[in-house]
């Protein structure tokens, strides 16, 4: 294989021939950063650098992991899983929740209002929905608070075993008719909707909205929660009003809008039928605001865990009493058919919202590996006698360059 010829050689060179124009060409300019000769800090780890840099992460990391962790046990909170109340519970009567469905956290856990006896009882009703009688089965909580609580307060829906996260899952959806856009039937086939897309029953109308995530959103539906009794007082039957207003995040509404679909041309999701009876949208029961409706844009938000809370209900501005309080829920969502559980929960919130150890647990974890390195490194160091270290000022990089110090000696 000939040697090739250089570039800017004539034509009728010779292949060793060059020009006398290629070194400028080629040459990077003579700067300080074109020929990497800029200043720079060289950080040489010497014993006391290492130490002093371990001793700081180690008080930063310990002090802050300290810090969450007060926080956290400053949250008082209970829950309770009420995915047993339509088997365990009578409804004749109230009986004991089972004490392994109660977690509570609370400066006092004893006495009048102990947390961990908490009751229920089941009933089977008859209701108005859309013009049609249906049965309902609601479950009735008492719950015990053994102290009182500041706003503010969050009322929590949690879910167990349940994957939001699955691939189709997660993009079973469309956008624009969730912003309001009547979309066509194209579109909707086109889109990831599939099989929630149409309506099951054959009348060849769009589900809205369609979807996997919006067909199994939770629909269970939670009272306020009101006050039976306190101690040394004869107040009874006073409500702890909640708002549902406020309990999604505010830039989530605009990513959605009221419907323009006609009403004909529409279907309620399958698994909406508790709300919709014959999945029928009609003037007297319209499909929902989604704009407005926080719960669905709550739900719409999917989780990363199979395990999660969901918010349903806050008071900003109340102190909640100690005393024993009901709430009545209309159990409509089953999670017996994927084996999940369910369960409510009242808290308070602190600087780093519920009740969260891990976050806290983590910082003091790795603030006890650096205050360990910092021990060893400080005994070896200082206090194991190891060998002399060498001067730093003889590195490579500490000395000047050959052209330098030609230009030095000249």
């Not at 001793?55 to 047993?84: M, W």
């Not at 205050?371 to 490194?377: M, N």
């Amino acid at each position: 294989m000939a040697p090739r010829r250089r570039r800017g050689a004539d034509n009728d060179a010779g292949d060793d021939a060059h020009s006398d124009t290629d070194a400028p060409k080629n040459r990077p300019p003579n700067t300080a950063f074109r020929q990497q000769r800029m200043r720079a800090w060289q950080c040489v780890l010497t014993p006391k650098l290492i130490v002093t840099i371990f001793s700081i992460l180690a008080a930063i990391y310990l002090g802050f992991g300290a810090y969450l962790t007060y926080l956290a046990h400053t949250v008082r909170d209970i829950r309770i899983d009420y995915t047993d109340c339509t088997k365990l519970a009578r409804d004749d009567s109230f009986t004991p929740v089972p004490e392994e469905h109660i977690t509570a956290h609370f400066s006092k856990t004893d006495g009048t209002y102990n947390p961990y006896n908490a009751e229920w009882k089941r009933e089977n009703r008859t209701v108005q929905v859309a013009g049609q009688r249906r049965n309902r089965t609601y479950c009735y909580v008492k719950f015990n608070i053994p102290e009182d609580l500041k706003p503010t307060i969050s009322f929590f829906y949690n879910l167990e075993n349940f994957y939001q996260n699955h691939r189709r899952y997660v993009n079973s959806f469309n956008a624009k008719q969730l912003l309001g856009d009547a979309v066509d039937g194209k579109t909707i086939n086109a889109s990831t909707c599939d099989p929630i897309a149409y309506d099951p029953r054959g009348s060849g109308k769009i589900v809205y909205p369609c979807g996997l995530v919006a067909n199994s959103m939770f629909n269970d539906t939670f009272s306020t929660p009101v006050l039976l009794s306190v101690k040394g007082s004869s107040a009874s039957n006073q409500t702890y009003n909640f708002t549902t207003q406020g309990i999604a995040w505010p830039g989530l509404k605009d990513l959605y809008g009221e419907t323009k679909y006609d009403l004909s041309q529409i279907v309620a999701p399958p698994n909406w039928e508790e709300r919709y009876p014959n999945g029928s949208y009609t003037e007297d029961n319209k499909p929902p605001n989604l704009k407005e409706d926080e719960h669905f844009q709550n739900w719409m938000m999917l989780a990363a865990a199979p395990n999660f809370f969901k918010l349903y209900q806050k008071n900003e501005n109340e102190t909640i009493v100690a005393g024993q309080y009901q709430v009545d829920i209309e159990s409509n969502f089953d999670t017996t058919v994927y084996n999940g559980r369910k369960a409510f929960v009242l808290t308070t919130i602190s600087a780093m919202g519920s009740r969260n150890i891990w976050p806290g647990i983590i910082f003091l974890i790795v603030g006890g590996i650096c205050l360990i390195l910092d021990v060893y490194f400080i005994l070896s160091f200082f206090l194991w006698k190891p060998r002399k270290l060498g001067d730093p000022s003889y590195l490579s990089w500490n000395q000047p360059s050959a052209p330098q110090a030609h230009a030095s000696a000249s």
